[in-house]
């Protein structure tokens, strides 16, 4: 009898330091990944899209979107998937960037892009390149393997030639909808955002792209590309290219990627604006991204948008305007894939 009694008083002691051992083991947290992209923001209705090129849109971004996902999924870094969504909406028609870029008053397409890793701060700018097939990839070049961070021009093409980045002839980039664009605005001798009338009477749509990333180590990206406005003149450069004004990242804070009229972007320093107010007043990403978009931007006759990820893998869209081609899966699996408000 004894014999059993100590053979049950060990079993309960064992169960109970087992039961213990169990609950004192820290549990494993699944690692998140969270993916956004947009193609601009403006007055979309106006635009008055059929079915077929609304159908255009939103397939393209809901393809892009699953591909980046499954990425990183498959433990692809931040800074690469972003570059890689940013080159393929560079290689489509559908947006004003690379192959869809404007015409500037030169007569030719003068791109922007810029790319930054949130995990250790490197950045890649350049501006106003005409023969670079994907401007995001001779961005994110330089910052792996340039000592300067902007680079411009004949300069930034000289530079991609010696990095063997592909170069191509200028007419590449030539669409008929956009040289449509530009003779209008010549006529009118007026300087135009993409989709807008000439004569300023339509909002018009801000035809940035940009993508932004969290991958499996918890790392954010953000990535941003434009052909700028129509017949813009004097090698104008807007906030795409510009760290802390249409591209920023940093783990501590968020990653974001704007559109929008690049001046005013330019002026309240808009990504970063987010990014500080997220990091040091500890502000919900939509609530800081509301204060800088309306409260600086539109307040001041300002308009445009951003995407947003959190390095909890929240995704924030916003716009002051009346839509932003976007699409977006965040960490809890939410996919998002809209033009309107």
């Known amino acids: 009898m004894k014999k059993y009694f100590y053979f049950i008083l060990f079993v309960f002691f064992f169960s109970c330091n087992e039961t213990e051992k169990e609950s004192t083991t820290p549990q ?22 059929t079915k077929e090129e609304e159908e255009a849109y939103t397939h393209f971004m809901d393809s892009l979107i699953e591909s980046g996902h499954q990425a990183l999924l498959n433990g692809a870094k931040s800074i690469d998937v972003v570059a890689t969504i ?29 790319i930054m890793n949130g995990a250790d701060m490197s950045c890649g700018a350049v501006a106003g390149v005409t023969r670079v097939k994907n401007p995001i990839q001779l961005a994110n070049d330089i910052r792996q393997h340039s000592e300067f961070i902007f680079l411009h021009g004949l300069g930034a ?10 170069l191509i002839d200028p007419s590449y980039f030539f669409t008929q909808k956009r040289w449509d664009q530009f003779q209008e605005a010549l006529e009118k001798d007026s300087t135009s955002l993409d989709h807008e009338k000439p004569e300023g009477k339509s909002e018009g749509k801000y035809g940035t792209v940009g993508c932004v990333a969290l991958d ?57 604006s987010i990014a500080s107010r997220i990091q040091y007043l500890k502000e919900p990403a939509d609530s800081a991204a509301h204060v800088v978009l309306f409260d600086y931007i539109k307040k001041n006759k300002g308009r445009g948008g951003c995407i947003v990820v959190l390095p909890s893998g929240e995704l924030t869209f916003l716009f002051t305007t009346t839509g932003m081609y976007r699409a977006g899966i965040d960490a809890n699996g939410k996919k998002t894939v809209a033009i309107y408000e």
């Open 157 to 166: 093409e000289e530079y991609a030639a010696e990095r063997n980045i592909e």
């Open 216 to 272: 499996l180590e918890g790392n954010l990206a953000a990535a941003t590309s434009t052909g700028g406005l129509v017949n813009k003149k004097y090698q104008r450069i807007g906030d795409s290219p510009l760290i802390g004004a249409g591209t920023y990242a940093n783990n501590e804070s968020c990653a974001v990627s704007c559109t929008g009229k690049g001046e005013d972007f330019i002026r309240y320093t808009a990504a970063s």
């Open 86 to 114: 940013v080159s393929a909406m560079e290689d489509s028609p559908l947006f004003n960037a690379g192959k869809g870029a404007v015409f500037a008053h030169s007569g030719k397409n003068e791109m922007d892009a810029a």
């Open 28 to 49: 494993m947290k699944t690692p998140k990944v969270a993916i956004a992209l947009h193609g601009g923001a403006g007055n979309l209705k106006k635009l008055k899209l």
